[in-house]
């Protein structure tokens, strides 16, 4: 699926134009044992199984961001999915949580801000997932009818959101974390797209996203061209971390959230591992490096996690290095280390 769509227009047809472009892709993929979802757990889901705590998502997202649930009908028309399958694209982590599957983590993220430090803020990450995505990536160039505002958005399997940039010069990565009670909320890649979607700089974001319930821990990172920041998320509970530069793993940083940590002993010695690699690798690199500088550190192990031929385990299924003062997101999709970079750039308004 790797390629850039176009949507642009009301949240409807923004979603339409989405589905129209995958829909074959998409209906294979929900074909694939139920969005892969029958390849990762224990006990098989079926679609009927899950309508009740997919219309409890659904009703949470429609509160608090209706023009993301319009968005969901109109991927669903555009594609001819049910709306209950559409729902299922986005929910599918939250589906998955972490009491049934023996999560390894995923993720390390960095930033480093811009402004009166480098000119030049960065966001880069791995993405660390299971159940093989890295043939259903897309890149998702979303322009908004009445809004001068854009974003590119990277994407799995007609998700909305997952991380990006925007034209204001804000980019949001993340990590997860693993505690508390996953509930019906606002799914946090979601909450990414409506953040994109919405704030001008991390100082909005963070107003905006103090007002969220999230369905689940997480953590993000925000970069624009003055500040870092990781905000970790634990049910009601919501940390900020902030410095010239910020990284961030899968195991909380904040000593009163460390003390939820659900995290597993291996896959958190993974996470601390990965954590200083990555500190280590950024304390090196020059303040001006360029995009292929950040994918040589993304590339490297521990940052990179091998394939090992399990769909049930996380692997690097893709890198991002975000410019957001440049409006633009490079992307290895696969394993970065074998893979070229491709170059998204925001149109002009």
Same mark, same amino acid.
């Given at each position: 699926?790797?390629?850039?769509?176009?949507?642009?227009?009301?949240?409807?047809?923004?979603?339409?134009?989405?589905?129209?472009?995958?829909?074959?892709?998409?209906?294979?993929?929900?074909?694939?044992?139920?969005?892969?979802?029958? *390849? !990762?757990?224990?006990?098989? @889901?079926?679609?009927?199984?899950?309508? +009740?705590? =997919?219309?409890?998502?659904?009703?949470?997202?429609? &509160?608090?961001? +209706?023009?993301?649930?319009?968005?969901?009908?109109?991927? #669903?028309?555009?594609?001819?999915?049910?709306?209950?399958?559409?729902?299922?694209?986005?929910?599918?982590?939250?589906?998955?949580?972490?009491? $049934?599957?023996?999560? &390894?983590?995923?993720?390390?993220?960095?930033?480093?801000?811009?402004?009166?430090?480098?000119? *030049?803020?960065?966001?880069?990450?791995?993405?660390?997932?299971?159940?093989?995505?890295?043939?259903?990536?897309?890149?998702?160039?979303?322009?908004?009818?009445?809004?001068?505002?854009?974003?590119?958005?990277?994407?799995?399997?007609?998700?909305?959101?997952? @991380?990006?940039?925007?034209?204001?010069?804000?980019?949001?990565?993340?990590? !997860?974390?693993?505690?508390?009670?996953?509930?019906?909320?606002? +799914?946090?890649?979601?909450?990414?797209? *409506?953040?994109?979607?919405? #704030?001008?700089?991390?100082?909005? #974001?963070?107003?905006?996203?103090?007002?969220?319930?999230?369905?689940?821990?997480?953590?993000?990172? !925000?970069?624009?061209?003055?500040?870092?920041?990781?905000?970790?998320?634990?049910?009601?509970?919501?940390? %900020?971390?902030?410095?010239?530069?910020?990284?961030?793993?899968?195991?909380? !940083?904040?000593?009163?959230?460390?003390?939820?940590?659900?995290?597993?002993?291996?896959?958190?010695?993974?996470?601390?591992?990965?954590? $200083?690699?990555?500190?280590?690798?950024?304390?090196?690199?020059?303040? &001006? &490096?360029?995009?292929?500088?950040?994918?040589?550190?993304?590339?490297?192990?521990?940052?990179?996690?091998?394939?090992?031929?399990? =769909?049930?385990?996380?692997?690097? %299924?893709?890198?991002?290095?975000?410019?957001?003062?440049?409006?633009?997101?490079?992307?290895?999709?696969?394993?970065?280390?074998?893979?070229?970079?491709?170059?998204?750039?925001?149109?002009?308004?």
């Amino acid at each position: 699926m790797t390629g850039r769509l176009l949507l642009e227009g009301t949240a409807f047809e923004r979603g339409e134009q989405h589905g129209r472009s995958l829909a074959g892709e998409l209906r294979a993929f929900l074909d694939d044992g139920l969005a892969r979802l029958n *390849h !990762l757990t224990a006990t098989p @889901l079926t679609l009927d199984g899950l309508r +009740p705590r =997919i219309d409890a998502y659904r009703a949470a997202v429609e &509160a608090a961001a +209706p023009d993301l649930a319009a968005e969901v009908e109109g991927l #669903a028309a555009g594609a001819g999915l049910s709306p209950a399958e559409a729902w299922l694209l986005q929910l599918r982590r939250e589906i998955m949580g972490y009491q $049934k599957v023996p999560t &390894a983590g995923d993720c390390t993220t960095y930033a480093r801000a811009g402004g009166r430090y480098t000119g *030049h803020p960065v966001l880069a990450q791995t993405v660390d997932l299971n159940g093989n995505l890295d043939d259903a990536i897309s890149v998702l160039d979303v322009a908004p009818a009445g809004s001068a505002r854009r974003s590119l958005v990277l994407s799995f399997a007609g998700l909305l959101g997952y @991380l990006g940039l925007n034209s204001d010069g804000l980019a949001i990565g993340l990590n !997860l974390v693993l505690g508390g009670d996953w509930r019906p909320g606002l +799914p946090p890649y979601l909450a990414i797209r *409506h953040l994109l979607d919405t #704030a001008d700089s991390v100082t909005q #974001a963070l107003e905006l996203l103090r007002g969220m319930r999230l369905a689940s821990s997480r953590s993000l990172t !925000l970069c624009d061209r003055e500040r870092a920041v990781c905000v970790e998320v634990l049910g009601d509970e919501l940390r %900020v971390r902030e410095g010239y530069q910020t990284a961030h793993t899968n195991h909380f !940083l904040d000593p009163d959230l460390a003390r939820g940590d659900e995290l597993n002993v291996f896959a958190r010695n993974s996470s601390v591992r990965r954590l $200083k690699e990555a500190e280590a690798g950024l304390a090196e690199l020059d303040p &001006a &490096a360029g995009p292929e500088e950040h994918f040589a550190l993304l590339s490297r192990p521990p940052v990179c996690v091998p394939d090992e031929g399990d =769909i049930r385990r996380e692997r690097t %299924v893709a890198a991002v290095v975000l410019l957001p003062g440049r409006g633009e997101l490079h992307l290895r999709p696969g394993d970065p280390s074998r893979s070229a970079t491709q170059v998204f750039g925001l149109r002009p308004t």
